[in-house]
């Protein structure tokens, strides 16, 4: 009898498999269920049945020996119901696998086959008593079913009862060996999962449903009673993809995720990725609800399919791939956060805003009692980070005008390696715009956004927390005139006050917020009069307030200043100073030929002189010097240059003059007793000082000891000398009060003598007796002169942070004072071992954070111009730490249009 070919698709049993034809390119291969003539096998059970004993291991003796291979079949006999009876052979053996099977005990020979009939030929009476005399000998070496008891205990599930979660949570992440036992689809699999049980030699095999993660194949759903068969166009097609290379084979499952009662995951095969290859055939789409579950990261699944969308296979037939949009990508820096998911950006070389919305996000919800109090978080975030920075835009899509919303840029917006949109996702910031599978206009990093948000809903971050946020509440202390005269006296002792503008009304016109003591107010530039800007349609611009006011907000809008307050006019706006990053805001409007002096006022300032100074040199300029950024004539254009030349040097001298830069550097030995923000230091002076602190603190010590506990809670004013118990050490110290916290159940106060502050709680707190007041405060409030060290808020903050820990901690430095600032001591820092000639600039502190990319150069503080040596070696230094991409410059130079040296 002839012998036909066909490839074994899968084993059923210990004795029957299904065989098909071989693969052609027109259609699916024709199948056939065979059954090994004479032999009968152990059943294996179903879903409401158990397995007969040894029924798997049957099984798998010939699931092992056969599936995947071309065999050649021989049809003996087919009984009336049409089912097939034969034998077997695996490549050139002449030996039938029947044989096998019997002689390794994994199949018995049928009762009724042993009874020779006399009808029977010679030949098939010898077979009869072949296949009877191997059963003999699998009985002998009691092989196969014929052992006296199982070798393993097998514990079948045949479905996934309980909690799907927690067995996700059990297995996830773990290489679980499993068979492929089925394939419903392309991307659906009913799979045998194998892992040890309790015992030594106990194994659980769990049958589940598990969806291939990251994609989705056509639906194939057939011979479901009472539901209507469905095939979608190449279901089929990828159905027989997979099962030709996965149906009962031996592969690893890594679960990832959960899909209702279903298990979402990878299929590991040595061969490759089942998932990645069905993709780049154009018989699976990459899916976005479950590819942030990959283990191996989207980038492979979407480059396939990528190359099946260019080569239009089967699902892309009638791809088109959609245009992008010209200068799609440029650099620039940000100039407005206008929400937790828009914001305004200057490109480089020009002067145009463009309003962009960042690509794939959404900002928390206003209408969501859980999300709204994330709205101010969010854009509070990106204002801290980003305002002013340099960033690189990448015009993902263009959302068309609809909804009475007008038409949006959508952007990926990066600040050095930081996706903008993925920090604000990975925070809890954010949430992703799910898209229609068939949508391509979406965020070129949508994976990784996928990603960031799974990872920050299963941390119950930010709006996929459990409690909802407060919304922050502000008082208006300019409410009006006598509101704001109750909060003058209290903002003038804090000497400068932290705030964030949050409007410019006008170049010289300002609202703030105040976030440590939740205020908002109105400041008015002491000592200066800009142009008015005109409030409505029917007015009229004062010469020049447009451009004065769009240098204004360039400048400050949004930008963290500090605040010197001096008076409250009328109507209850507060008169002072605005300070950003050390530079006197008013003097560089006046520079700029913006402004003009406002006598009255300026003669009441503080700074009065270098208000004046600042109006002679614009005079004298004649224009401003941003005439190359606004295109327009200045105020001063046309002024009688050779009238003020003598004034202009007079002007000059005085500035060189002013009180803030010291004639003479003084010249202090010090260690640092705390290390705050953004190059912040506070020291004690080595001197008589310090020997006098130790004996007040031996006498503060011995003074609380004997001291009984108040009756009564003291409860001192903001602005306060007391005594607190510090928190590390349990001691009691000098400090002042800062603020009231909880309704005044602890404080935050600082340690007058070590310059560190932290909350207590009320009862650790004592009024501090008249005796121990006399010796002033030891703590003197240092930075680093003519540099900017970053926040710890801000990129490469904590690693600056930690290289000016590492400079200045547990030695003793010298300190040249090169200029003063309020209380503040703008120093060089040199080591106290660094002998007096060899103090150069090169050679100090401030130089070796420059030199190690943490730190650059401040050339616009108002004593830099009087220390022109030193900002010219420091400039030096700083552009060799760009070159060598040293720290912060790691990925080029990041400063922005304010920080030109």
Request: aromatic fraction near 6%; proline fraction near 4%; include cysteine.
């Amino acid at each position: 009898m002839a012998l036909n070919k066909a490839i074994v698709k899968c084993v059923l049993s210990g004795d029957t498999v299904i065989l098909r034809g071989r693969p052609r390119p027109d259609a699916i291969p024709p199948e056939r269920q065979l059954s090994l003539e004479k032999l009968s096998a152990p059943r294996m059970g179903r879903r409401d049945t158990d397995d007969e004993p040894f029924a798997f291991e049957s099984r798998e003796f010939l699931r092992r020996r056969l599936v995947g291979k071309e065999v050649s079949f021989q049809v003996t006999y087919t009984t009336q119901n049409g089912r097939e009876y034969g034998r077997i052979f695996v490549g050139d053996e002449t030996e039938p696998v029947n044989m096998a099977c019997v002689r390794s005990g994994w199949c018995r020979v049928r009762d009724e086959a042993k009874r020779v009939r006399d009808d029977d030929s010679e030949e098939a009476a010898a077979a009869v008593a072949q296949l009877v005399a191997l059963e003999e000998e699998a009985k002998a070496a009691q092989a196969g079913v014929w052992a006296d008891a199982p070798r393993n205990t097998r514990h079948v599930r045949q479905q996934l009862t309980g909690d799907v979660r927690a067995f996700l949570e059990e297995h996830r992440g773990k290489a679980i060996d499993a068979i492929v036992e089925q394939v419903r689809d392309g991307s659906t699999l009913r799979v045998q999962l194998i892992y040890p049980g309790d015992g030594p030699n106990d194994w659980i095999h769990q049958y589940v449903v598990l969806l291939l993660s990251g994609i989705k194949a056509p639906v194939v759903r057939t011979g479901i009673p009472g539901v209507a068969d469905t095939v979608e166009p190449f279901g089929e097609e990828a159905r027989f993809f997979v099962e030709s290379r996965l149906l009962q084979r031996e592969v690893k499952v890594k679960l990832e995720g959960t899909n209702n009662q279903s298990l979402v995951g990878s299929v590991l095969h040595p061969a490759g990725n089942i998932a990645e290859a069905l993709v780049a055939q154009g018989l699976a789409r990459v899916v976005d609800w479950s590819i942030a579950l990959c283990s191996n990261g989207p980038a492979t699944l979407r480059a396939a399919e990528r190359s099946a969308k260019e080569k239009r296979l089967r699902l892309w037939k009638d791809y088109v791939a959609k245009e992008k949009a010209a200068g799609a990508s440029f650099n620039g820096i940000v100039s407005r956060i206008v929400s937790g998911d828009t914001l305004h950006i200057i490109p480089s070389g020009t002067s145009q805003e463009r309003k962009l919305r960042l690509a794939g996000v959404r900002q928390p919800r206003a209408s969501d009692e859980k999300e709204a109090g994330y709205l101010l978080e969010a854009k509070e975030l990106l204002r801290k980070r980003f305002i002013g920075k340099q960033v690189q835009v990448t015009i993902d899509y263009v959302q068309p005008a609809q909804d009475n919303y007008e038409e949006r840029e959508c952007a990926t917006v990066k600040h050095g390696s930081t996706n903008i949109a993925e920090l604000l996702v990975a925070r809890g910031l954010a949430g992703v715009i799910r898209y229609r599978k068939d949508d391509d206009n979406r965020a070129s990093a949508y994976d990784q956004l996928l990603i960031a948000e799974d990872a920050a809903t299963k941390a119950g971050r930010g709006i996929h927390s459990d409690k909802p946020k407060a919304i922050p509440r502000y008082t208006d202390a300019s409410e009006s005139a006598a509101r704001a005269n109750s909060h003058i006296s209290a903002f003038k002792r804090s000497g400068k006050v932290n705030a964030v503008v949050e409007h410019v009304a006008n170049a010289a016109r300002f609202r703030l917020l105040i976030p440590k003591d939740n205020y908002k107010l109105t400041l008015v530039l002491a000592g200066v009069s800009a142009p008015r800007v005109a409030r409505n349609a029917s007015e009229k611009s004062e010469p020049y307030a447009q451009e004065a006011l769009e240098f204004a907000t360039r400048k400050c809008l949004q930008r963290d200043v500090q605040v010197e307050f001096e008076a409250v006019d009328k109507v209850g706006g507060f008169i002072g100073t605005l300070w950003l990053n050390d530079e006197n805001y008013a003097v560089s409007l006046l520079e700029q030929g913006l402004a003009r002096v406002h006598g009255y006022s300026a003669d009441q300032s503080a700074h009065g002189r270098q208000l004046y100074a600042a109006e002679e040199r614009a005079k004298h300029a004649q224009l401003n010097v941003i005439q190359h950024r606004l295109w327009l004539p200045f105020i001063w254009t046309g002024y009688d240059e050779n009238k003020v030349v003598a004034e202009a040097e007079a002007a000059k001298a005085a500035a060189a003059a002013d009180a803030s830069i010291p004639a003479k550097v003084e010249e202090l030995r010090v260690v640092v007793t705390d290390i705050g923000n953004a190059g912040q230091l506070a020291v004690q002076v080595v001197d008589d000082g310090a020997r006098a602190l130790e004996d007040l603190m031996a006498r503060l010590s011995v003074h609380e000891q004997k001291a009984d506990a108040p009756a009564q809670p003291y409860r001192p004013r903001n602005n306060e000398l007391c005594m607190a118990r510090f928190t590390e050490d349990n001691q009691w110290y000098r400090a002042r009060v800062c603020r009231h916290v909880d309704g005044g159940k602890s404080l935050e106060v600082t340690y007058i003598d070590y310059g560190n502050s932290e909350v207590v709680p009320s009862e650790r707190i004592r009024p501090l007796p008249t005796e121990f007041t006399k010796l002033p405060a030891q703590s003197k409030e240092t930075t680093f002169a003519f540099i900017k060290v970053p926040s710890r808020d801000s990129d490469y903050g904590d690693e600056a942070y930690n290289v000016v820990r590492e400079l200045v901690e547990n030695t003793e430095l010298v300190a040249l004072v090169e200029a003063k600032s309020g209380s503040v001591l703008h120093c060089t820092f040199y080591h106290a071992r660094l002998p007096a000639k060899q103090r150069q600039y090169e050679r100090s502190l401030n130089a070796e954070l420059l030199r190690q990319g943490y730190a650059s150069v401040n050339s616009k503080a108002s004593y830099a111009r009087a220390r022109a040596s030193a900002i010219a070696t420091l400039a030096a230094i700083q552009n060799n730490a760009k070159r060598s991409r040293n720290g912060m410059w790691e990925y080029g130079d990041v400063a922005n249009d304010e920080d030109e040296y």
